[in-house]
Every structure is written in C-alpha cells, then in structure tokens.
C-alpha cells in the first residue's frame, strides 16, 4: 500500500483543465511529478512542489497545502493522456515513495 | 545527448540472480546521483535504491533491502544493481534514473528505457 494516495483516474475533454491530487505527503517535504506515457519512462514534470524543468509547457502548474500536493493541467491535449505519479520523500526511513498513480483520459 | 541504456534483463528462477547494468552517455557520469526505480506489469512505480555521486552512500527500499546492491564505476560510466534472492514479486522493468543536481526532494530528471527482470520457474 502507497504511503502517497491518488485518485485511480481523472478525465478531461480537449482545452479543459484537470486536477490530481496527492494526499499524505509532509508539510516540509518537496514533491515531484512524473508523466508516463504506455510502454515509456517516465518524465520529471515538476519538482520541488511547483518548479518545472525546461521544456515542460506551463500548462503544468503544480501546488502543496498541508498535506496534500496537486498537479493542474491546463487546456488539455490528446498528447496529455498518461498516467501521473507523485513522489516525495517516505519519512521513517523510506527514501523516495511514489503516489499510487492516476490515469489521465482526454475525452 | 545524454542518455541511460539499461541491460542484463531476462528470466531467471526463484532465488536466483541477476545483474542490471545501466550505461550512462552525453554527461559527466561521476557527478550525478542515481537511482533505480521498478514497475510491475500493469502496476505503478517503485523506487528501490540510491547512490551518491563516489558511492559510499547508498539507500534502499524495505523490500529489496539485503538482497539487493546498488553499486556504480564511475570509470567506466556505468550503474549496477546486483539482485539475489530474486522472488516471483521482483518481476518488473527496471530502470536506472538520474537526479536532478542540487534539487530537493526527488528528481529524477533522466531515465533510461527499463530492462524486463522475468522471475518464475
């Protein structure tokens, strides 16, 4: 069982928004996010809460209150379908833990 | 272009062993982190292990901790993972990640294509 709980799936049709959320992660500890597209690595979206690497278009926001981290993709693309994970530190002596995962539909 | 070619995948038997390389390209080797991470099939991610950038450092999830070795040799631009004990439940792709330098928290900002551990009799 994942110390970091997603929603199973979110959904969206073209141009819209959608959020993820991820819950049970520590009020002083960074998250990150990952998108894996079926059959590929994943990629770093977001790190330290809200940062996004080169390359990664601003329709990738990201935020933190208490405990729980979001993950806000704006004007939805077909190309957006994949599945997101989030990951933050595991506290009592578990490195890195990875949210469940949640499965991103553009209708 | 940097890049991670992972290999040494395949099937292998209930308490056997296997071991993964990850060949690093196109970026200075000896000054990143890295890592590795596991996906099942059909399942989410699972981080398994860290090394520091000279490799006195290591850190390892509960589940492969004591039959699992992270190790690099920086002189041949090259991670390992030595795993022993390999269980039906360690079957998965793998993959070795680098991190981001100087960032909180985990950032695993290159990764390579996974290679397939097979585990059954």
């Known amino acids: 069982q994942s110390a970091l709980t997603q929603p199973p799936s979110a959904s969206g049709s073209p141009g819209q928004s959608v959020t993820i959320s991820c819950t049970g992660t520590?009020?002083?500890?960074?998250v990150s996010w990952y998108q894996q597209h079926p059959g590929k690595a994943p990629k770093l979206m977001i790190y330290?809460?809200?940062k996004r690497p080169s390359g990664v278009p601003d329709r990738f926001s990201a935020s933190k209150s208490g405990n729980t981290a979001s993950l806000t993709v704006s004007g939805l693309q077909a190309g957006d379908e994949a599945d997101y994970y989030c990951?933050?530190?595991?506290?009592?002596?578990?490195?890195?833990?990875f949210g469940s995962g949640t499965t991103v539909t553009v209708l | 272009e940097a890049q991670l070619v992972e290999s040494g995948g395949g099937l292998a038997q209930p308490g056997g062993s296997l071991r993964l390389s990850c060949a690093a390209s196109?970026?200075?080797?000896?000054?990143?982190?890295m890592n590795w991470v596991r996906q099942a099939p059909g399942k989410g991610l699972e981080w398994l292990s860290y090394?520091?950038?000279?490799?006195?450092?290591?850190q390892y999830a509960d589940s492969v901790r004591g039959r699992f070795t992270i190790s690099r040799d920086n002189a041949k631009n090259s991670l390992y993972l030595q795993m022993t004990s390999l269980r039906v439940e360690d079957t998965a792709t793998y993959f070795c990640?680098?991190?981001?330098?100087?960032?909180?928290?985990?950032?695993?900002?290159?990764w390579g294509q996974g290679t397939l551990v097979t585990v059954s009799s």
């Open positions: 990951t933050s530190n595991g506290g009592d002596n578990r490195f890195y833990v």
């Open positions: 990640a680098r991190e981001k330098p100087s960032c909180r928290g985990d950032c695993l900002e290159l």
């Open positions: 520590s009020s002083d500890i960074d």
């Open positions: 090394i520091t950038e000279s490799g006195p450092f290591t």
């Open positions: 196109g970026f200075t080797f000896s000054s990143y982190e």
């Open positions: 330290e809460v809200d």
